[in-house]
């Protein structure tokens, strides 16, 4: 893999939404883009990947992404990683779970593509 681009990990069950995402960052050249299901695959990603950002939705079958973020938290290897939390629900005791086990932004669907380009964006230059 060319590690010049920027490798993004995105997480999602819906695959419609993926593609949307997908598109979005590839027109806004951030870089490589690869993607889960679940927080199990996400993991098993991160098993064989140098990854630079992961965008991650909150709920997810097998594993959602609270569990994901705090299992990526509690690994020396992958817990400076930028995690980015997607999710339709914005319950502010979820938004705070979210900020406490360590996600570095909380960013509610529907968003706008130029949006979630800022954040990624925003993150990936740390």
Same mark, same amino acid.
């Given at each position: 893999?060319?590690? /010049?681009?920027?490798?993004?990990?995105?997480v999602?069950?819906?695959?419609p939404? #993926?593609?949307?995402?997908?598109?979005?960052?590839?027109?806004?050249?951030?870089?490589?883009?690869?993607?889960?299901?679940?927080? #199990?695959?996400?993991?098993?990603?991160?098993?064989?990947?140098?990854?630079?950002?992961?965008?991650s939705?909150?709920?997810?079958?097998?594993?959602? !992404?609270?569990?994901?973020? @705090?299992?990526? @938290?509690?690994?020396?290897?992958?817990?400076?990683?930028?995690? %980015?939390?997607?999710?339709?629900?914005?319950?502010?005791?979820?938004? %705070?779970?979210?900020?406490?086990? !360590?996600?570095?932004?909380?960013? !509610?669907?529907?968003?706008?593509?130029?949006?979630?380009?800022?954040?990624? /964006?925003?993150?990936?230059?740390?």
């Open positions: 893999m060319d590690r /010049e681009k920027n490798v993004i990990l995105l999602d069950d819906f695959m939404l #993926r593609e949307v995402i997908r598109e979005t960052l590839k027109k806004g050249n951030c870089g490589i883009v690869l993607e889960a299901e679940n927080g #199990r695959q996400a993991l098993d990603i991160l098993e064989s990947e140098k990854v630079d950002l992961i965008l939705d909150f709920n997810m079958p097998e594993m959602d !992404g609270l569990q994901l973020l @705090r299992a990526v @938290r509690m690994d020396s290897r992958f817990k400076e990683v930028p995690f %980015i939390m997607l999710s339709s629900d914005e319950d502010p005791k979820l938004i %705070i779970q979210a900020m406490s086990a !360590g996600a570095n932004e909380y960013l !509610g669907k529907p968003f706008l593509g130029k949006i979630l380009l800022q954040k990624v /964006e925003k993150w990936l230059k740390k």
